[in-house]
């Protein structure tokens, strides 16, 4: 069975200052991987997702992710972090195949953003 | 507005009450899911249906239960066998089986044992 860490329980980043959120995951074969964000009583919104292909993906608000496999990481980026980014991260993994059914979701990072 | 709303978003239960949790979908997708949140713990999957008349189990499904009569909606039911029912409680819809299909979320519900 797949497994995802996020070694990072709490991140403080000053605004505009850059930022990378760990994620690795364990499995067989390279899997689907996804990042997430969630803000205070809220849903989840999708940041991005990988595949296969370019191992740099580019997602909403500014965010990329890439994808190490040698690493197994799936580690998330932002340049200039904005105090609009104060909220909680997760990666999810989700096994390879042409019809995955469901995901495995790490603990989540929560990013706090000091001025 | 497409989308996939739950209700209703504060539920507060005396114990040994069963309670159910409404997730509905206006977004056509075939796979649906519920999710229960602690503090720390991530997301755990409870229940999943594919296809309507259809559901799985997730990692902890015990003291739950769940019905897909129609494909727009996927209620949850706490049972008084939960033990510790307390939690965020988050619904999820996917368009299909396809490989590079995305799951969406719902608001949450957030249950409340007095």
């Known amino acids: 069975a797949q497994s995802v860490t996020q070694p990072d329980i709490h991140i403080t980043v000053s605004e505009g200052a850059s930022l990378e959120l760990r994620c690795n995951y364990s499995y067989g074969a390279t899997p689907y991987l996804f990042w997430y964000v969630q803000s205070p009583g809220q849903g989840l919104q999708l940041l991005l997702k990988y595949f296969s292909g370019d191992t740099l993906v580019q997602g909403i608000k500014g965010f990329e992710a890439e994808f190490k496999r040698s690493q197994s990481s799936f580690n998330l980026r932002k340049p200039s972090v904005h105090w609009s980014d104060a909220a909680e991260y997760f990666c999810?993994?989700?096994?390879w195949g042409s019809g995955y059914s469901t995901l495995t979701f790490g603990k989540g990072t929560m990013l706090l953003v000091s001025p | 507005d497409g989308g996939i709303t739950q209700s209703p978003k504060y539920l507060f239960r005396k114990e040994g009450q069963n309670v159910t949790l409404s997730c509905e979908q206006n977004?056509?997708?075939?796979?649906m899911y519920w999710y229960r949140q602690d503090p720390g713990q991530g997301l755990r999957l409870i229940y999943y249906s594919q296809i309507v008349n259809d559901f799985q189990k997730g990692d902890i499904a015990e003291g739950y239960s769940v019905s897909r009569e129609k494909k727009e909606s996927f209620p949850l039911t706490v049972t008084s066998a939960q033990k510790n029912p307390t939690a965020f409680y988050l619904c999820?819809?996917?368009?299909?089986?396809?490989?590079?299909?995305?799951?969406?979320f719902g608001p949450g519900t957030r249950l409340t044992v007095l």
């Open positions: 977004l056509n997708h075939d796979a």
């Open positions: 999810a993994v989700a096994p």
């Open positions: 999820a819809s996917r368009e299909g089986t396809g490989r590079t299909d995305t799951q969406y």
